[in-house]
């Protein structure tokens, strides 16, 4: 299973931070970002062309408010915003900021953010149900951003492993297709050198993430089996 390239289009009227934040969203994998644009007419004019998967907006604009944009607009955004105030921050969530990030910040912060919003998406994925513990997961992994991964020192090389026999250079399992890494927890626990059980624990924590997705394989007889690969 693949997960499709997320589109970002930047929304800032500073055409040198527009620009920056482009470039990073442009350097993490599995993200295309679209030509910065710097007013909410340019904006509506966008989304009126192709689709959108993610607004990264500025609160102030040429000509208008963001958040009024926001208010409009049924595409998910983050704020990126100098303004601190927390009537500010609580508006734009109140209009549906999945987030707010304010400038200046750190500068890997954005790409850990971007990071949760495409676990956050595989999670819930619209090809699948959802149900409360996805959804709970989902949210998790949107507010916490990469904390998740850092969660368990202890078995951090274990499950790095495990997560590296899914990238490049891995070898496609049986039933991968068009070059992609489709790995059952038999394959991972004979690669890695572990238990099937330790493989499925870990596989599970992966999934849970976001970072690996699952889906079921029939076969003509006996039951289904999990088949893992990456988003």
């Known amino acids: ?25 442009e350097q993490v994998p599995g993200m295309r970002a679209l030509p910065a644009v710097g007013t909410a007419r340019q904006v509506r004019s966008v989304l009126a062309e ?10 102030h604009l040429p000509d208008g408010d963001g958040l009024d944009l926001l208010r409009d607009l049924d595409v998910d955004a983050f704020v ?7 009537a500010t921050v609580r508006r734009a969530l109140r209009r549906g900021a999945l987030g707010y990030l304010i400038k200046p910040f750190a500068s890997g912060l954005l790409a850990d953010r971007l990071g949760a919003y495409q676990r ?12 409360q513990e ?9 507010h ?21 026999q899914f990238g490049p250079g891995a070898g496609a399992g049986s039933g991968a297709g068009s070059g992609a890494v489709e790995l059952s927890a038999a394959d991972v626990a ?26 079921l394989s029939y076969g003509t007889t006996g039951r289904p089996e999990h088949r893992y690969s990456r988003p």
């Open 50 to 59: 192709q689709h959108v998967d993610l607004l990264l907006l500025d609160v």
């Open 144 to 164: 916490s951003g990469d904390a998740v991964k850092a969660a368990s020192p202890s078995r951090s090389a274990t499950e790095q492993s495990v997560l590296e």
């Open 190 to 215: 004979a690669r890695v050198g572990v238990s099937r059980a330790t493989a499925q624990r870990y596989l599970a924590a992966l999934t849970a993430d976001g970072l690996v997705t699952m889906k």
């Open 134 to 142: 996805a959804l709970e997961r989902a949210l998790r992994i949107l």
């Open 80 to 86: 990126l915003s100098a303004a601190s105030d927390a």
């Open 120 to 131: 956050y998406r595989n999670v819930l994925d619209e090809r699948t149900g959802v149900d």
């Open 1 to 25: 299973m693949t997960t499709p390239e997320l589109t970002v289009l930047v929304v800032d009227d500073d055409f040198y931070v527009a620009d920056l934040h482009r470039r990073q969203v």
